[in-house]
């Protein structure tokens, strides 16, 4: 069974600093990992994924996160964020021959101008 | 081509009554899904769908119904509303299970 872990519930930052949103999964088989965001009042949308191949990946709107096997992390990174940046983010995953995606608890991001 | 489509957006029950919210997608996905989202909980799986005419349970399937009798519907039902499934209710669905899921803008449920 595959699980994960946000390593914070909220992130307080300001307009332009860069941010780090912390993931940690934990699976016996091969991971699928994700990135979800949701806007206020909004459903949820992919920001970025891995797969395999390169374990860094560059989504939408200048978000890119890290896959690490061996820290078993999927940490989220932007180097300068925006007030439109304001947002819901999760983390997801699925394995090798899972049936369902197991989502984190979120990580609120609030930017202050 | 409308995506993820929910209804209704809002919804407000009495204790012990039943009602289905509807979910429907026109991307032709096999793969669909009905999350809750609780504060501080993340999203949770209620139950999933592989095509049409399989369904599984997912992590938190108590006092919920589905079916998939199409591939573009997966309406989810409530068999008799308690307080504790006030919640947001998310449809999603994806080509495959690796895929990119799409989400639908949700119903907010208040069970009185």
């Known amino acids: 069974a595959q699980s994960v872990t946000q390593l914070d519930s909220q992130v307080p930052v300001f307009e332009e600093a860069p941010v780090e949103l912390r993931c940690n999964y934990s699976?016996?088989?091969?991971?699928?990992l994700f990135w979800y965001v949701q806007y206020p009042n909004q459903g949820l949308q992919l920001l970025l994924k891995y797969l395999s191949g390169s374990t860094l990946v560059k989504g939408i709107n200048g978000f890119e996160a890290e896959f690490n096997k061996s820290q078993t992390s999927f940490h989220l990174r932007k180097p300068s964020v925006h007030i439109s940046d304001t947002a819901e983010y999760f983390c997801?995953?699925?394995?090798?021959?899972?049936?369902?995606?197991?989502f984190g608890q979120g990580t609120r991001l609030t930017i202050n101008p | 081509n409308a995506g993820v489509t929910q209804t209704p957006k809002f919804q407000v029950l009495k204790t012990g009554q039943s009602m289905t919210l509807q979910c429907a997608q026109d991307?032709?996905?096999?793969?669909m899904s009905w999350y809750r989202q609780d504060p501080g909980m993340g999203l949770r799986l209620i139950h999933y769908?592989?095509?049409?005419?399989?369904?599984d349970q997912g992590e938190v399937p108590n006092g919920y119904n589905v079916s998939r009798s199409t591939t573009e519907d997966f309406p989810l039902r409530l068999l008799s509303a308690a307080p504790s499934q006030t919640s947001v209710y998310f449809c999603a669905s994806s080509p495959r299970r690796r895929e990119t899921q799409y989400f639908g803008p949700g119903t907010r449920l208040l069970v009185l």
């Open positions: 769908s592989v095509g049409a005419g399989i369904t």
């Open positions: 699976s016996s088989v091969s991971v699928y």
């Open positions: 991307m032709n996905h096999e793969y």
């Open positions: 997801a995953v699925t394995g090798q021959g899972a049936q369902k995606l197991v």
